[in-house]
């Protein structure tokens, strides 16, 4: 009878450890929920920061003509009526030599 008993302990000691190690809810799945929410708030925290940048961008587009031009001139290469635009090349980038 209490080789039984013991038998019995053993196993449900043995089955509750398999679970806590290896099962559902164990430390090794635990451990990997961990580093998937890490990189998880890291993606966050850069998609976070872009969108800081992005309203900031917004905002000034809302409230002034000057990064509105800023963007034509550097982005689609426009420029005033009236201005004359000069392009200067360098020899060296230019492949030319001498």
Do not use: C, P
Not at 84 to 89: I, M, P
């Amino acid at each position: 009878m209490i080789r039984i008993a013991l038998l019995f302990l053993l196993t449900l000691i043995v089955a509750f450890q398999y679970r806590l190690w290896v099962g559902e809810g164990s430390f090794a799945e635990a451990s990997i929920l961990e580093k998937r929410a890490a990189k998880q708030q890291t993606a966050i925290e850069i998609l976070e920061y872009r969108n800081r940048i992005l309203r900031a961008e917004i905002a000034e587009l809302k409230n002034g003509l000057q990064s509105i031009e800023e963007k034509a001139r550097s982005e689609l290469g426009m420029i005033k009526e009236g201005e004359t635009f000069f392009l200067l090349v360098n020899r060296k980038d230019s492949g030319k030599s001498g």
